[in-house]
C-alpha cells in the first residue's frame, strides 16, 4: 500500500475571528487554504480529527460541521481505521477547472496566451449578450462606446473603455462558466498591461476600430445573436491583432 506524507506539522493556521463567520466554516475555509497555498497533493493525509482538533482548539462538533463542509465541496475525504484520518480528496473536474481560473495570472499565463483564448470565446459572449441584454445593460454599453468616441487622442484610456464595454458584454450571457473565464483572462490582460505603451499608430486605426466596436453595440441592441456573432468576428482582426505584438 502506498503511504501518503502528512501536512507537515509546522503548519500554523490562522484563527479568523470575524463573527460573521461560524467556527466551523472559518476552520473550512482555513484548511481550503492550506490545500490550496502550499498545493497538497491529492491523498496527502492532514491528520486525524483529533489531531486537527488540537491545532484549531475547536469543539469534536465544531470539526465534524467543518469537514462535512469540505467534504460537500470535494476537498476532503474521511477514511477509517488505524491509518485512517482526514486526507485531501481527488478534485472533480469541474473543481480542478475553478482552480485553475481563479489561480490565471501574470506568472502562470502569457498575456498572449490569454487574449488569444479569450477572443476565441467573444463570438459566443456577443450571441448570448443579444438574446438576454435588458434596458440596463444596453444603456451601460451605450455610454461606454460613446465614451470611447470621444477618446481619439487618449489612447490610454480606449484601451480602458474598450475593456471595460467588452466585460459588460460578458457580463450578460447567462453561461456562467463560460463569463467567468473569459472575464479572468481580461482582468489578467488588464493587470499585466497597465505599463504597456499603446500602439503608436493608434490616431490611424482608431476611427475603424470605434466604428467596430459601434457596429457590435447596436448589433447586440438589436436583439439578433446572428448579427451580434458577425459584428464579432468582424471585430476579431482587431483583437487578434494587440495578441500578435505581445508574442
Known amino acids: 500500500m502506498i503511504e501518503h506524507p502528512e501536512v507537515d506539522s509546522g503548519v500554523t493556521f490562522e484563527r479568523l475571528q470575524d463573527d460573521r463567520v461560524s467556527r466551523s466554516e472559518s476552520v473550512a475555509h482555513q484548511v481550503s487554504e492550506m490545500i490550496t497555498r502550499?498545493?497538497?497533493a491529492p491523498g496527502a493525509r492532514l491528520g486525524r480529527k483529533s489531531d486537527l482538533r488540537e491545532q484549531f482548539g475547536v469543539a469534536a462538533s465544531t470539526l465534524n460541521?467543518?469537514?462535512r463542509l469540505l467534504e460537500s465541496r470535494g476537498l476532503v475525504e474521511t477514511r477509517p481505521g488505524p491509518q485512517g484520518g482526514i486526507f485531501v480528496a481527488q478534485p472533480s473536474a469541474h473543481l480542478r477547472l475553478s482552480h485553475l481560473i481563479l489561480a490565471l495570472d501574470s506568472n502562470s499565463l502569457s498575456v498572449a496566451d490569454g487574449l488569444e483564448i479569450r477572443n476565441a470565446l467573444e463570438l459566443p459572449l456577443a450571441a448570448h449578450a443579444a438574446i438576454h441584454a435588458d434596458?440596463?445593460?444596453l444603456a451601460r454599453l451605450e455610454s461606454i462606446v460613446t465614451r470611447m468616441g470621444q477618446l481619439r487622442d487618449d489612447p490610454a484610456e480606449y484601451l480602458r473603455q474598450n475593456w471595460q464595454l467588452h466585460e459588460e458584454i460578458a457580463r450578460m450571457s447567462s453561461n456562467e462558466m463560460l463569463r467567468t473565464i473569459y472575464i479572468s483572462l481580461l482582468d489578467?490582460?488588464?493587470q499585466s498591461l497597465k505599463q504597456v505603451a499603446p500602439d503608436p499608430q493608434f490616431h490611424e486605426s482608431w476611427q475603424e476600430n470605434w466604428a467596430l466596436h459601434r457596429?457590435?453595440?447596436?448589433a447586440i441592441a438589436s436583439g439578433s445573436p446572428g448579427r451580434a456573432r458577425i459584428a464579432a468576428e468582424r471585430h476579431a482582426p482587431y483583437?487578434?491583432?494587440m495578441s500578435d505584438t505581445l508574442n
Do not use: M, S
Not at 215 to 218: G, I, M
Open 38 to 40: 502550499q498545493q497538497v
Open 239 to 241: 483583437a487578434e491583432r
Open 188 to 190: 489578467t490582460a488588464r
Open 135 to 137: 434596458r440596463e445593460g
Open 215 to 218: 457596429e457590435l453595440v447596436d
Open 65 to 67: 460541521e467543518a469537514i
